[in-house]
Each structure stands twice: as C-alpha cells, then as structure tokens.
C-alpha cells in the first residue's frame, strides 16, 4: 500500500513538473484584459524590453522589424536584402496568428533616407503583396534607427479568432 502511495505520488509531481512550465508560458503570455504576447518559432529575438508583437482580440500588432537575420539574429548585408528581410520578419509573426500580408490594415516604414529607400520599400512591397491591394502605409524619414539600420516596418494585422 505504501508503495502505491509512493508511485502515485512520483507520478503526480512528474504531471506537475511537466505542466508547470506549460502553465508558466501561457499566464506570461497573457495579459489580464486577454492580451498574448507573441513569440513564435523561427522569429528574430528581441534584445530588450520590448516584444515581436500582440494579439489583442482580433487584431495582431507587430513591433518594428528590420532587417535582422532570425537564424544569426544579426542585419542581413545589402540594402534591398535588408528592407526584404524586414518584411518578411513582420509576416512570421502575422502568421503565427492566422494572418497573412493581404490582411494588413496598416503599415508604417522608418527610413534614414527617404529618397534612396522608399522605392526599396515599394519594390518589396510589390514582391510580397503581388499587384496589390496594398494596405495603408505610413513612410516617415527618420535621422537614425537602432543599430544604424535604415529600414524598420511595423504592422497591425485583422485575424479574427476562430470561434
């Protein structure tokens, strides 16, 4: 009977120790109004304190991406490449929630220099989302951007919740 005890016990902690950290991610990603913080797989890692993203309802907010390698964590070489690249990081994180680029509902581009990088912008653009539409998009021309990048694109996606 003691030895029942025993493995039932050993057994229960084992369910314990292996939902614990299940349990830990999930109340870390959710805020108390139903906010998750987004995180997926294959994304670049931020290096601060801020997130890749939220979803709030049915929308998907996504920080501003640049043009960060997620496999190095470090900025791709070549300016096209780079703005590509930054995009591309945006979309991981939409589709981790069921989103694509066609469901975009707005967009906003840093640049440092709005005369040389704004057609790279409008080319990736027009590599991603094909003829378009294209969603609304803000193009601002900033004096510098972390790690002297020269492109961050930030996004707010509509993915409704499946219910």
Same mark, same amino acid.
């Given at each position: 009977?003691?030895?029942?005890?025993?493995?039932?016990?050993?057994?229960?902690?084992?369910? =314990?120790?292996?939902?614990?950290? =299940?349990?830990?991610?999930?109340?870390?990603?959710?805020?108390?109004?139903?906010?998750?913080?987004?995180a997926p797989a294959g994304a670049i890692k931020p290096t601060? $304190?801020?997130?890749?993203?939220?979803?709030?309802?049915?929308? =998907?907010?996504?920080?501003?991406?640049?043009?960060?390698?997620?496999?190095?964590?470090?900025? =791709?070489?070549?300016?096209?490449? !780079?703005?590509?690249?930054?995009?591309?990081?945006?979309?991981?994180?939409?589709?981790?929630e069921g989103a694509t680029l066609k469901d975009a509902v #707005?967009?906003?581009?840093?640049? $440092?220099?709005?005369? !040389?990088?704004?057609?790279?912008?409008?080319?990736?653009?027009?590599?991603?989302?094909?003829?378009?539409?294209?969603?609304?998009?803000?193009?601002?021309?900033?004096? #510098?951007?972390?790690?002297?990048?020269?492109?961050?694109?930030?996004g707010t996606f509509y993915a409704p919740l499946k219910k």
């Amino acid at each position: 009977m003691r030895r029942l005890r025993r493995v039932a016990e050993l057994s229960m902690l084992a369910t =314990v120790l292996l939902i614990a950290p =299940v349990l830990a991610q999930q109340a870390f990603e959710l805020s108390p109004a139903g906010v998750k913080t987004l995180a997926p797989a294959g994304a670049i890692k931020p290096t601060g $304190t801020w997130n890749l993203g939220t979803r709030a309802g049915d929308f =998907v907010f996504v920080a501003g991406m640049r043009g960060i390698d997620p496999k190095t964590n470090t900025l =791709v070489q070549g300016d096209e490449a !780079r703005v590509v690249q930054a995009f591309l990081n945006m979309k991981l994180i939409a589709e981790s929630e069921g989103a694509t680029l066609k469901d975009a509902v #707005r967009l906003v581009v840093y640049v $440092t220099d709005m005369f !040389r990088f704004r057609p790279l912008v409008n080319k990736a653009q027009e590599q991603l989302w094909g003829k378009g539409p294209y969603p609304p998009r803000t193009i601002v021309e900033v004096h #510098r951007l972390n790690q002297d990048d020269i492109v961050e694109v930030e996004g707010t996606f509509y993915a409704p919740l499946k219910k």
